[in-house]
């Protein structure tokens, strides 16, 4: 970090994520922004969350009230490639038709198996971008994956858990994420923990935090034995009226393994702070509550390997100048999940 550097200052128009002059080579955490979104079934916009969020980021103090100062172990995001908005662009031009009429036929195939394709393609970029983090040596850095729709972090998970064996994936979501390959497509949002059951082997278990809004498959399956344990709405609002969300935190987190993964859908937190959100449900985490999970979580000792952020949309059209209520909470939750991830 620059000798002259003022954490108290403003910041610049042109600074980096959260107003910091880091460089990959001296920051421990680095973020990727994936600004993909072609599998959105419901509302549009989260492509935009990763540059919103970048330029909400730039006006928040750097001292932080529970977590200090998460800035002084540097952040570094790596610039929004073009590529992953172009295969936005092509994916979502044949996703598009497809999700308007309820999901692709037969007749779809050639369709569907180029955007799956693109999947690959997304899944691998990411992954690589995960894996040399994890491999630096001595110092591995702590990666960030900053979408997009939930589709994006497979890679992300798939990298963390070929790295460290046994991780467990902490998912904070409205929903289950657990269908096949929803409305035809393989790497679909809403299919994204059935991919990681199905295909990354080194996951022990799934913790889902927030789940409201599922359908019948996703409950029976979670019903039965499972690696996933979900704490539903009732769940939460019982530990909210009685007292104990608190209680509930730490021994929900208590039981998982060393090494973590945590995959934050912004739609787990109550629609009032992410209006704009793919598929926003009543209900939900309140800030408060949120921020009792994340203070557990860093006393708790475990290692967060990697984690990603996504769903934040700032509305379909865009906001260059991140003054969106979404993106203002989203850039606000990620510093305090970076915060989290650092040991207490």
Known sequence: MPMDFDPNAASGADSGLFGLPHGPGDAAIHVLGVPFEATTSYRGGTAHGPEAVLAASRQIDLFDLRFGKPYESGIWMAPIEDRFHAWNTAARALTQPLIEKGGAEDADAAAVARINEIGDEINASVRAFFDERLSGGREPKLPVLLGGDHSTPFGAIAACADRYPGLAVLQFDAHADLRPAFEGFRWSHASIMHNVLQEIGNVSKIVQVGIRDLCEQEYEELRGPSPVTALFEADLDSARFEGRTRALARETLSGLPDDVYISFDIDALDPTLCPNTGTPVPGGLRWDELMV?????????????????????????????GTSWDAIVGARLLYRLMGAAQSA
């Open 293 to 321: 999970w994340l203070e557990e979580l860093r006393k708790s000792g475990k290692r967060i390997v990697g984690l990603d952020l996504n769903e934040v949309s700032p509305g379909p059209d865009g906001d260059p100048e």
